[in-house]
């Protein structure tokens, strides 16, 4: 069996992109979530992490900026005003994909307290902005985020006060930010819907004894997409044009 992790960021994406990789950490630090606020994705564990930080004297108090809307919007706003963190949590609700790569920009970490995940795609659209993750040991976070702040650090699962000392250790190490914000968009890079595409056809061509080639300008996944009336460009597309070919 051989492991190829999805992802769902394109090279069209990534060129829309333009993060300056080679600027320090913030002062004071801007730390960003994004996605569903629901259980599943630990988002009390923010509001929880934030409180501690402020009880703890760290200064300069990173902000939060929690971006996306969910079942636990008002329950996080309740906790931010019950732990008085309404000057250093910003609640903005859903944003679109420009507002989102404004946000980001703006941003030093992004925090991605989940309890469950597999190849989350709010990793990798972090790091293609340039910036490291901070997530709890959940699906491929190892094998993504890496050790030892590669591209971010990794903390326990459900765990706020250790997701804070993972904080609060990377706002305090001595951290070469423009080499890090670096390897993020590196990586974010290498993970694109174009490259899982080439990764599974040469995993293909290479059980099934063939050739792929490239005609007139035209991918051999475009021309499959065109053969078997495929939706526009996806993970399922993708997979299920490999397994169409493989029948063929």
Same mark, same amino acid.
């Given at each position: ?6 992802t ?16 320090? #950490?913030s $002062?004071? @630090?801007?730390l960003?979530?994004?996605? *569903? !606020?629901? %259980?599943?994705? +630990?988002?009390?564990?923010?509001v &929880? ?6 009880q ?10 929690? #971006?996306? $809307?969910? @079942? ?5 706003? *309740? !906790?931010? %005003?019950?732990? +008085?963190?309404?000057?250093?949590? &910003? ?21 991605? @307290? ?5 190849m ?28 030892g ?15 804070t ?6 706002l305090r ?17 290498s993970?694109?819907?174009?490259r899982?595409g ?12 063939c050739?792929?080639v ?16 495929l ?8 997979a ?9």
């Amino acid at each position: 069996m051989h492991w190829l992790f999805g992802t769902a960021v394109s090279e069209h994406e990534l060129r829309s992109i333009t993060p300056q990789l080679d600027r320090g #950490l913030s $002062d004071p @630090p801007r730390l960003v979530y994004a996605g *569903r !606020l629901s %259980e599943e994705k +630990g988002v009390l564990l923010l509001v &929880e992490m934030m409180a501690l930080l402020k009880q703890r004297g760290v200064q300069p108090l990173p902000s939060l900026t929690v #971006l996306g $809307d969910g @079942p636990l919007m008002g329950e996080m706003q *309740r !906790l931010r %005003e019950r732990y +008085g963190c309404g000057d250093c949590i &910003e609640l903005p609700g859903y944003v679109d994909r420009t507002g989102l790569t404004e946000r980001f920009l703006r941003a030093d970490m992004s925090v991605q @307290p989940s309890y469950t995940e597999s190849m989350c795609k709010a990793w990798v659209d972090a790091m293609a902005h340039g910036l490291p993750v901070i997530a709890t040991d959940v699906g491929s976070a190892q094998v993504t985020i890496g050790a030892g702040g590669e591209r971010g650090w990794i903390a326990p699962v459900g765990d706020a006060a250790a997701l804070t000392d993972v904080v609060e250790r990377a706002l305090r190490a001595d951290v070469d930010w423009p080499a890090l914000r670096r390897r993020c968009r590196s990586y974010a890079e290498s993970r694109t819907l174009e490259r899982w595409g080439a990764a599974i056809a040469d995993r293909c061509s290479a059980s099934w004894g063939c050739r792929l080639v490239e005609a007139h300008g035209v991918t051999w996944a475009a021309r499959l997409q065109r053969r078997f009336s495929l939706p526009p460009w996806s993970q399922r597309g993708t997979a299920h044009a490999a397994e169409l070919w493989g029948r063929s």
